[in-house]
């Protein structure tokens, strides 16, 4: 079973040792490097917010009336794919563990593909310029957590929805073969220099 305290953003394991989370042992990639830090931390409070509008409102409690207007227009994208793909997650904001890879993660939406209903999807949403290369990674973390987790077989879609300021998105499938490989060695990295500090 896996811990996770939101204040601090960290992930611990059924022996209540801290793990890494996904987007964590992808920081070795500085995919952000360059970017101020007021830019990044405004960014992240955007995304949470987003996400939490999206929790809540597929949950049935969101009073939309209550939005925060910096973060509305990307709400209402998220309607807008909503609406047009008849889309409706199984799960949303579900913590997923790998025991053996020992990472964590909050993997934003799983359920039908929303472009085939017929297969499984993971979808993690974004709220940032343009979708990262390390997307891919991410999502063939999440989904590997996810399989492991629940000892299911299923082959997972895995897309990238990309909510933007003018009420719309992006969706973008990511198929790389080699995505769970670089996560793999992100993972290597950050635990060899967490042993070495």
């Known amino acids: ?19 890494p989370g996904v987007t964590t042992a992808l920081g070795v990639l ?7 830090e007021a830019v990044l931390r405004k960014a992240a409070e955007r995304g949470t917010k987003v996400h939490k509008a999206v929790e809540l409102h597929l949950q049935g ?11 509305a227009d990307y709400f209402y994208g998220y309607i807008k794919f909503e609406r047009e793909l008849k889309y409706r997650p199984r799960n949303s904001e579900l913590r997923v563990y790998s025991s053996k890879f020992k990472f964590a ?3 934003d939406l799983e359920g039908p593909d929303p472009k085939n209903p017929r ?24 989904e590997r957590a996810h399989v492991e987790g629940t000892g299911s077989k299923k082959k997972y879609r895995r ?13 973008h499938e990511y198929t ?11 993972l290597t990295v950050h635990n060899y220099r967490g042993r070495t500090k």
């Open 119 to 142: 297969r499984d999807a993971v979808i993690d949403i974004k709220t940032s310029r343009e979708l990262m290369f390390t997307v891919g990674p991410q999502l063939a973390a999440y």
């Open 61 to 71: 409690d969101l009073d939309e009336l209550s939005l925060d207007p910096a973060i």
């Open 30 to 36: 500085d995919s952000y490097a360059g970017i101020p």
């Open 159 to 171: 897309y990238g929805l990309l909510l933007t300021p003018d009420s719309d998105y992006q969706l």
């Open 1 to 19: 079973m896996i811990r996770f305290d939101e204040e601090t953003h960290t992930y611990y394991d059924e022996n209540d040792k801290e793990v």
């Open 105 to 107: 993660g909050t993997l």
């Open 176 to 186: 790389d073969s080699t995505d769970w490989s670089v996560f793999l060695a992100c």
